[in-house]
């Protein structure tokens, strides 16, 4: 999209495969992360969310995991449509203060075109 | 979903000159953030509110101001543009039971400074 960096990592996948999308994330006290799909011309969406004490977290058609070992998230798309097309980020929060809420940290995402 | 609207959605002027942007929700949550976009730096957060008249900077707050009179307005004022911020501004929100919480965008303003 025209929002976002010129040259994002990008994943072309066929229509009905399932997609990866990977985010290595800075702080090891990060403790809550986000996916969010943002497409063209539009403003980020939420996808799901995990926080640290899980690894794992499913909802519909996505599933993120978390590897806090080696600080990675990743995000499966099962049968991916052509309406999941569009920039994907993941979010950690960073020192989260009451009077804050949460203070994310966007990474700068990954294009996902998928083909008919 | 935020119940965000920004306005205006799209505008340019001239360098010197002052402009605000408006960010208004209809949830009622607490906190509320303004965040520009840039091809290279994905999403920074500029200014958030925990509050009506509460306030405080982000990471690229220099040459913005915010103001929150009333819960539902949170207003980005940059009192006098230069071309380095023309950019894409979203606001977001969160309903403040928390630290951990989603935070959800508005559809974003298209500024262009000349």
């Known amino acids: 999209g025209e929002n976002v960096g010129l040259h994002l990592p990008t994943l072309s996948v066929q229509e009905g495969d399932n997609s990866i999308i990977n985010c290595a994330y800075s702080?090891?006290?990060?403790?809550?992360f986000i996916w969010y799909k943002q497409e063209s011309g539009k403003g980020p969406q939420f996808i799901i969310d995990i926080r640290s004490n899980m690894d794992k977290r499913q909802g519909q058609r996505v599933t993120v995991l978390l590897n806090k070992t080696v600080k990675h998230l990743s995000l499966q798309i099962a049968a991916t449509q052509p309406g999941d097309s569009a920039v994907y980020f993941c979010a950690e929060n960073i020192n989260g203060r009451e009077t804050s809420g949460s203070r994310l940290t966007f990474g700068e995402g990954t294009q996902l075109t998928v083909n008919p | 979903d935020a119940g965000i609207t920004q306005s205006p959605r799209h505008k340019v002027t001239e360098t010197g000159t002052p402009v605000t942007l408006r960010c208004h929700q209809t949830?009622?949550?607490?906190?509320m953030y303004w965040y520009r976009q840039d091809p290279g730096h994905g999403l920074r957060l500029i200014h958030y509110s925990y509050g009506v008249k509460d306030t405080d900077k982000g990471e690229v707050s220099d040459g913005y101001s915010v103001s929150r009179s009333k819960t539902e307005d949170f207003l980005l004022t940059l009192e006098s543009a230069t071309s380095s911020q023309t950019s894409v501004y979203f606001c977001a929100n969160s309903p403040g039971q928390g630290a951990l919480e989603t935070q959800y965008f508005g559809p974003g303003t298209r500024l262009l400074v000349l």
């Open positions: 949830e009622n949550h607490r906190y």
């Open positions: 702080n090891s006290a990060s403790d809550y």
